[in-house]
């Protein structure tokens, strides 16, 4: 069996049992890699290094995405310790120390990131956590990281309607991604939608806010289904969408299920001209395991796509392809993976070079604002809520398998935690950095957009 969690050092004897005997028991193999991340890896991380944890999965139904988080992950750590790419004018580590990753796979296995979070924060003693794909593996560990009062920076997408002063938000908020989709839908498609998801929190809460933005608009769902997480049969929601006849159909399924949906949508003779797809979760990470040919014409809306035109980006993509190979592509999740790192490596150089230590209320005091110049262009960590400023852009796919970008705002978009179509006027702000009551304020306003 492999090892079940590992770090840049050599584990001892009893952690190696302990983490052994988590996977045994839960009768999975909660693999990990060595630490190694790629032919071009520092290996000598100096004198007391700072420890970071790493927490995707690299197996089980969500590994077809989230193995490029870590990927990502890897990059930007290796590039933090060795003073190259973004991190250049900064020296090799951070304010002279090197990150140590501790590296954890809970295998998509919701339990399991509970699990590994603890044994990450108690027994490895990591200053921070860099992980989660899905909502229903961030709401495992939520109570883990309030409790203990530790750091999670967490890069997805998610449904909002979650405010908390433990987590970092690098992904899209509702109105960075929903807002906008929905509209472009009912203008370009049409008003009657069929919407599809994997069955957990997010694909429901998401079509929720979607639904609630389509009526909105004039619109109405005529079909909501939800497949189990990993079903890779959808001839009987296709023959639904048949005969529903709607305008368009929005996606949120997510992990193995996507190629085989887009792979048989098309089998079933129905084409994007037919039904065009909307999607969230599908990247090009997905359309390079399902075939281009199964997505052309169909559209996602993210923050960020491997077209994206800025010199940032086109470094990202050379520098990620030069560690992992000419054949992989990058997204817009693991994008987010990137950039959040710099945010973590850029709060820990202001609390060092300040003279303070690296505990989990310095190194929230100063996250809250940071800025970094990311392949989608300038983004900022809101100072309010933890969420943070990304563009909002929709993409139509080619047939290489990568995007033409046919919406995109001008700057970065103000995050807000909470659907204003559901819950409007409501808020999230932290009034100080360690305030951890509930800060959902309810103002009564419609929020008028704010751009960085």
Known sequence: MAKPHVSDTNLNRRKFIQYGSLAVGSSIVAACTGGGSGPSESTDLGEDPIKVGVMYSTTGTIAIVEKSLQDATFLAIEQINT?????????????????????????SNWDLYNQ??????????????????????????????????AILYYPVYYEGNEC???????????????????????????????????????????????????????????????????????ITIINKIKAAKPDFVLSNLVGDSIPAFYRQFKDAGITSDDIPIMAYPTTEEEIQAMGPEYSTGHFTSFNYFQTVDTPENKAFVEQFQAMFGKGRV???????????????????????????????GNIREATRGQEFDAPQGKVKIDPDNYHTYLYSRIGKWKEDGQAEIVFATDAAVKPIAWSQTLYKGRVCEHTTPDDRSDPTKETGKDLEPVFL
């Open 83 to 107: 003073g190259t790419g973004p991190w250049e004018a900064n020296g090799a580590g951070i304010a002279g120390k090197k990150i140590e990753k501790v590296v954890v796979n809970p295998d």
């Open 116 to 149: 590994m979070s603890k044994r990450l924060i108690d027994e490895d003693q990591v200053v921070c956590v860099l992980g989660c794909y899905t909502s229903a593996s961030r709401k495992s560990v939520l109570p883990v990281f309030e409790e203990k009062d």
């Open 164 to 234: 908390s002063s433990n987590v970092f938000y690098t992904g899209a908020a509702p109105n960075q991604q929903i807002t906008d989709s929905i509209p472009y839908c009912y203008e370009n498609f049409g008003p009657k939608g069929f919407f599809i998801g994997s069955d957990y929190i997010y694909p429901k809460e998401s079509n929720r806010i979607a639904k609630a933005e389509l009526e909105k608009a004039g619109g109405t769902v005529v079909g909501d289904e939800y497949a189990a997480l990993g079903t890779t049969e959808f």
């Open 330 to 360: 990058t997204n817009g999740v693991m994008e987010a993976a990137y950039l959040q790192t710099f945010f973590m490596a850029q709060a820990m150089k202001q609390v060092l070079e300040e003279g303070g230590e690296l505990t989990p």
